[in-house]
């Protein structure tokens, strides 16, 4: 892709999202508009209701907005059909999701193997690759366990690994350090961060001011609507964020 958009990998135009109606109606997230650049890593703060894991599954094609349209690499997801957002989905954009979403009967390596092989890549090539990204978040010795044999922040590091096998253009995480102690939140910010220094694009929802500081810019929502931004020192140096 060429032109003065060919860096932004994602982009939200006005998208909100109405639950319900009448007086049931929910405004969970107000008309937003949002860039995120390749190589940019965004944090998305705000309290518990406020609209962050809408916004995330908005940006990943897993719900359509009522309003507005989001476009991956240039592409909007409302244009696709069932195949194309499925194949958009599975090659550009690493999910993270807030619950992990292992499938219980498969091994971590195989969680992570899984999405690439369906892909096409080898399976030979995908565990590979789910060894090394593995080792990247330093859980390498958890390669053959099952999700019921790991604590929650293991599950989250194998769902992290799954997230970021291949090379994703767009990651999105929702509360990836949520389940995690300092050090292995510390190794998944580094992996993260190391992933937009190559490139990619990532979107992370957060509670923790000193984890959004590896970003290098935060938006806040509250209620449904972003209420502010603010550009960070990046790389986690600032310790929380600057005010
Ligand atoms: P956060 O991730 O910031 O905690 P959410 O995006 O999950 O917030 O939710 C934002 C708001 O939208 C909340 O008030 C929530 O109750 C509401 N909401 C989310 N999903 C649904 C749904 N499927 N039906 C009705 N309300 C919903
Ligand atoms: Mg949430």
């Not at 099952?146 to 291949?166: C, H, K, N, T, W």
Request: aromatic content about 2%; glycine content about 12%; some cysteine.
């Amino acid at each position: 892709m060429t032109g003065p958009d060919a860096q932004t990998v994602l982009r939200l135009e006005g998208v909100g999202r109405v639950h319900g109606r009448g007086a049931a109606e929910v405004h969970a997230l107000h008309p937003v508009d949002l860039e995120v650049r390749a190589g940019e890593f965004l944090a998305v703060m705000g309290p518990s209701g406020s609209g962050k894991s809408t916004l995330l599954a908005l940006a990943g094609g897993l719900d359509r907005p009522s309003t507005g349209r989001v476009l991956v690499e240039g592409a909007p997801l409302a244009g696709l059909n069932r195949a194309e957002l499925a194949d958009v989905r599975r090659r550009s954009v690493g999910y993270v999701f807030q619950s992990y979403n292992l499938l219980p009967a498969l091994t971590a390596a195989e969680n992570i193997a899984l999405p690439r092989e369906l892909e096409g890549v080898p399976a030979r090539t995908a565990r590979a690759e789910a060894l090394a990204v593995l080792g990247e978040l330093g859980i390498g010795e958890l390669a053959d366990r099952f999700p019921e044999d790991m604590s929650g922040g293991q599950q989250q590091r194998v769902a992290i690994g799954r997230a970021l096998s291949g090379q994703r253009r767009l990651v999105l995480a929702d509360e990836p350090t949520g389940a995690l102690d300092s050090t292995a939140g510390e190794a998944v910010l580094e992996v993260l961060r190391a992933r937009c220094d190559a490139g990619a694009a990532v979107v992370m929802v957060t509670h923790d001011a000193a984890h959004a500081s590896w970003a290098d810019r935060v938006v806040f929502l509250r209620d449904g609507r972003l209420v502010a931004e603010q550009n960070t020192a990046g790389q986690g140096t600032a310790g929380a964020v600057r005010r």
